[in-house]
């Protein structure tokens, strides 16, 4: 069992950046794959980068050179750096991690965050 919180979200304009951190408590942090997604009004939700337990990265295509993910087992954390944020990028975003290894299909994740919300402004 792990439990996981994020912060960091807020309201920014276009153009700027935004650091989210997600925390885990619960169980050994190190174990766990961890993902970022995120969700839009209306929308599914989407898969934007993961890091596996041993810290090797993969983003969706769309988010690479833009967002980036690390993880710090020590501190139990796991941050989404964002720059360059569009409109577009409006959405909850949600850290979640599971047990198996090297996926960004939402339904492998066991454990989810509240979610943060992030408002781009134009």
């Known amino acids: 069992q792990v439990q996981l919180v994020e912060s960091g979200g807020g309201l920014v304009q276009a153009g700027g950046s935004l650091r989210l951190s997600c925390t885990a408590s619960g169980r050994t942090f190190s174990v766990y794959d961890v993902a970022w997604f995120r969700q839009a009004a209306g929308k599914e939700r989407e898969f934007v980068t993961r890091s596996r337990s041993d810290g090797i990265t993969y983003s969706a295509d769309s988010f690479r050179g833009r967002f980036a993910i690390s993880r710090d087992n020590a501190k139990n954390t796991v941050v989404l750096q964002m720059n360059s944020l569009k409109p577009d990028d409006t959405a909850v975003y949600y850290c979640?991690?599971?047990?198996?290894?090297?996926?960004?299909?939402?339904?492998?994740?066991?454990?989810w965050g509240q979610g943060t919300q992030v408002t781009v402004a134009s």
């Open positions: 979640a991690a599971t047990q198996d290894w090297g996926t960004q299909n939402p339904r492998d994740y066991r454990y």
